[in-house]
Every structure is written in structure tokens, then in C-alpha cells.
């Protein structure tokens, strides 16, 4: 095979490769939003009288709702915080073309969807277009209240970290 072949073929796979990641980040963002919505509904089916299911150690389900950002603050700025994460959102969706890493890809879906099921909340939960407030109820006791799509969100960082970390000890070994 010469140098040109070989080069076109690399070309071909690695155009392959990125047609399917933003279906694959789209998708990871779905199932994560999909889970963070059916966990928030059985909070607020089951716990919405008020009682805490003991799980297991300090962990325990709370029902709790936020209308500001994480751990409490920001009280009331719904719309801002619906707006950046819209923006946000929207930015990290730009970006899904130009990685080729599979964990980038997971990562980036990861938090597109946190911040969607964050968002869907802010949007729905509420009387008044985008003052809804964010369902909480994962309480440890001894950390702030929080959910599914938050847990999505700071798992989906920790992996572009690591993601970028790894991409980057690549670039210097070459």
C-alpha cells in the first residue's frame, strides 16, 4: 500500500469514527436524562409526604427542591442558571466533532445530559416558564442534597479531565 493509500484510508476511518460521535454522546445525554427523570419522578411520587427512606449508612432519600444552583446558591436565579446552561449545553454540543476520544465522547454526553435533566426541571417544574426548581434527594446527611443529573454532570467532568489528561501525556510521548 503507498504512503497516499494508507493516508486516504486513515482519513476514511477516521472520518467513520467521528460521523457516529455525536450520535453516541446523544445518546449517552438521552439515557442519562431519561434516568434522571424517572429517579426525580419517584422522589417526588414517593417522598413527597415528607418521610426519608433510610438506604443504607448516612445515605438517604430526601426529598428536597433548588432553586438555585449547587449547594444551595444562586437562590431564585433560575432563568440565569437555565440560560448558561443552555449555552453550555449548546457549546459542548459544538464540540462533539472535533474529539476522537471514546471517553471524551462518554464524558461530554455524560454532562449534556446532567445539565438537560437539570434543565428540564428549571423549564417544567414550576408554574412560571423556566422558575422551576431542581429535585433533589440524595442526602448523605453530611453533603449537600443532590441527583441523578448532578452525579451525571460531575462523573461526565472527572472523564473529560481524565480524558484530556490522557490525550495530553499522548501528545508529549510523540
Known sequence: MTD??????KRGMVRHRLRNVPALSILVALVAVLFDQVSKQWAVSHLSDGHVDHVIWTLQFNLSFNSGMAFGQAQDWGPVIAVAATVIIVGFVLTLRRTDSRLSVLAVGLIIGGALGNLVDRLFRNEAWLRGRVVDFIDFQWFPIFNVADICINVGGALLVVSYLRSSS????T
Do not use: G, L, P
Open 4 to 9: 497516499a493509500s494508507s493516508s486516504r484510508t
Open 170 to 173: 499522548t501528545v508529549e510521548a
